[in-house]
């Protein structure tokens, strides 16, 4: 998840589809983000490096929509819904996840195992 | 005895010409005189050696070691030595009537030495004296002269005669007071050469007066001169140049050295103690003079009972090893490599015997703390235990019995022989019973009842070794310093200089250096450029 400054950010990536919860009047998703590049990257508990100043999920209420669609507690969340995540305040992302007028966010989060996941299934692979 | 060649370089008969002709033994015998009052109150009995009889544990001590009793290990030497120096020399130097001879004779020197002590001693005083009463003198014989000898061809002069009479009596007034002031002074010590300064000012003082005198006698006095007026201005300037002397004196002598600039060292040679003292513009006497009043003022006393551990280390250390020289020494060139060889010899074997040194070293002084601390506590709870039979009387103790009703030095004496005891061992640990008497303790006591003091304000006299200048002159061991300097001593101190001022017991190594040209720059910061970020970590809940 460390990015070399100048070169394109590249990583592996899991596609996560929540539908939104009607609550009282308030579409919900059932996570908690943190991060930000308005945001100290130093406290981030879930970041490798410590200078990432990525949107991180930080808290997935049990039983909500998000668990039930996969999403992770520490997952580092790269797009929503096609807008950028890596480059954004704490509050664009904040602004972007509960937009009234959408039921559905498309999430693209990325997450340490699926790196090596992919490893893995590379080299169980061997070319032929 | 065979050994006493070998030992370290220091035989028992030039000990003992040396020790008798050093002037401070007169002090050390009437110490020893007072102080066997002292020894009713020890337990174990003490040897007061004659002057002469060998001691081992003494040698740099110069004297009969300190009734205080010299350590149970040394006493048994001691008295092995003795028996067999009785037996074994042939030739007795030194007995006890050779001893009181040069008793006498050391004694009178010392008198004579008083006398002239104090003649050096009022010497600045009265040289001061004289040149001040000259100094005044002069302007109003200046004045009178003319008056006398040809009163009636004198011209009177009106009111600016008189403003300058005012303004002569006036400014004579404040010379007289300075004068005063810088010069008549006690002496604070007595240093061995000339200040240059002070001879330089008195020089141009009388300079300044001479040629005065002998303008006055040539122009007035042998051409008769009938202006008064103008012999009245002649006096005011020599008062004002006398005023400006003056200053010249102030600066010179009082303001010169008090901007610091250089850092003195000072180490003792004894037991090591150091201090760092910061000094300004001096000659070396002067400097040595300021250290040794600081000495007084910092230093703890100075000791020898302390330091005779590790005396007996090195003298246990080089008496195992008995070199003996069985060839007969034969050319220069050949005594030359086996002299060589024998010192290398010695300092193998004593590598091998070392081992065990160290070793000793250390139970002994983890031994030693452990007994200090124990009598330590003794001695507190003694100590507490006393203060509390003894309080300040109040109104309504008015009633009391006549007989419990005491002043204070009865109090002290009351309550003294509780803690005598424990008081009296602690000091014998620590070496220290030399320093108190007992009047000085129930002096110390009294002082403290008078003013209403705590157990451990009272302890704390004995527990911690004070300044010199706190006890008696008696007991400092430090009366006659020596200067020794290879530079001039009314030389200034420069940075690197080195002298050394010795005692009879010890010396202060002192050395000089400057203290660093200081480059302060300035930095200037707005106020309101202080501003701070917040870095928020900050968890929403989408």
Not at chain 1, 78 to 106: F, S
Not at chain 2, 142 to 149: D, I
Not at chain 2, 473 to 490: G, H, I, K, N, Y
Request: hydrophobic share 35%; net charge neutral; proline share 5%.
């Amino acid at each position: 998840m460390s990015f070399i400054p100048g070169q394109p950010v590249t990583a592996v990536v899991a596609r996560v589809e929540i539908k939104k919860l009607r609550q009282d009047a308030n579409l919900i998703l059932g996570f908690s983000i943190g991060g930000g590049i308005d945001q100290d990257p130093g406290q981030n508990p879930f970041s490798e490096d410590k200078t990432d100043k990525g949107i991180y999920v930080t808290r997935i209420s049990p039983g909500g929509p998000a668990e039930a669609a996969g999403l992770k507690i520490g997952d580092k969340i790269m797009q929503v819904n096609g807008w950028d995540m890596t480059m954004v305040t704490h509050d664009q992302a904040r602004k972007k996840l509960t937009k009234k007028r959408e039921d559905v966010v498309r999430l693209l989060v990325t997450r340490k195992s699926l790196e090596q996941t992919v490893k893995q299934s590379m080299c169980s692979y061997p070319r032929p | 005895m065979d050994t006493e060649s070998t030992h370290s370089g220091y035989s028992y008969h030039s000990s003992r010409s040396g020790r008798s002709n050093r002037h401070g033994e007169r002090s050390r015998e009437r110490h020893k005189a007072s102080s066997s009052k002292d020894s009713v109150r020890s337990e174990r009995s003490v040897v007061i050696n004659p002057p002469d009889s060998p001691s081992q544990d003494s040698p740099v001590h110069n004297g009969e070691p300190l009734p205080g009793e010299p350590t149970p290990a040394a006493d048994h030497e001691d008295d092995a030595q003795d028996d067999n120096w009785g037996e074994t020399t042939t030739a007795v130097t030194g007995t006890s009537e050779l001893s009181v001879s040069q008793e006498e004779v050391v004694g009178l020197g010392k008198e004579i030495q008083d006398r002239t002590h104090s003649f050096r001693r009022y010497l600045p005083l009265a040289v001061g004296l004289c040149v001040g009463l000259l100094v005044v003198a002069t302007p109003l014989v200046f004045l009178l002269l003319p008056g006398l000898m040809w009163p009636d061809r004198l011209q009177a002069c009106g009111a600016a005669c008189e403003g300058l009479f005012l303004s002569i009596s006036f400014k004579l007034l404040i010379l007289l007071v300075a004068v005063w002031a810088l010069f008549l002074r006690q002496g604070r010590a007595c240093l061995p050469r000339v200040c240059v300064y002070r001879a330089f000012l008195t020089t141009l003082t009388l300079l300044l007066t001479m040629s005065y005198w002998l303008f006055y006698g040539v122009r007035i006095l042998d051409a008769q001169d009938e202006d008064y007026h103008g012999i009245v201005q002649f006096a005011v300037s020599l008062v004002d140049s006398q005023l400006f002397v003056h200053y010249l004196a102030v600066v010179l002598l009082e303001l010169r050295h008090l901007q610091p600039c250089y850092s003195i060292c000072v180490i003792r040679s004894t037991d090591g103690e150091t201090r760092h003292y910061n000094v300004g513009q001096h000659s070396i006497q002067r400097a040595a003079l300021s250290i040794l009043e600081y000495y007084y003022r910092d230093f703890s006393l100075h000791n020898p009972a302390l330091l005779s551990a590790s005396k007996h280390r090195a003298a246990k250390h080089l008496a195992g090893l008995k070199v003996y020289n069985v060839d007969a020494p034969g050319s220069t060139a050949a005594a030359q490599p086996s002299n060589g060889n024998q010192s290398r010899a010695m300092v193998t074997a004593a590598g091998k015997r070392k081992d065990n040194a160290h070793n000793e070293l250390y139970y002994e002084e983890a031994d030693y703390e452990r007994r200090v601390r124990k009598r330590r506590a003794r001695l507190v709870v003694a100590v507490e235990e006393a203060f509390t039979h003894v309080r300040r009387m109040k109104k309504e103790d008015e009633n009391a019995t006549p007989s419990d009703i005491m002043d204070v030095r009865e109090a002290a004496l009351a309550i003294f022989p509780s803690m005598a005891r424990a008081l009296q061992k602690y000091l014998r640990t620590t070496r220290r019973q030399h320093c108190h008497s007992m009047e000085s303790i129930q002096k110390h006591l009294a002082f403290c009842l008078i003013n209403n003091m705590s157990p451990k304000a009272f302890l704390e006299a004995y527990l911690v070794p004070g300044p010199t200048l706190q006890y008696s002159p008696e007991r400092w061991m430090a009366d006659q310093w020596t200067l020794v300097s290879e530079a001039s001593v009314t030389s200034g101190i420069k940075e690197g200089t080195e002298f050394l001022l010795k005692c009879l017991d010890f010396s202060l190594a002192v050395t000089v250096k400057g203290i660093p040209y200081i480059r302060l720059t300035e930095e200037y910061i707005d106020p309101k450029s202080h501003k701070f970020l917040l870095l928020l970590q900050s968890e929403t809940s989408v």
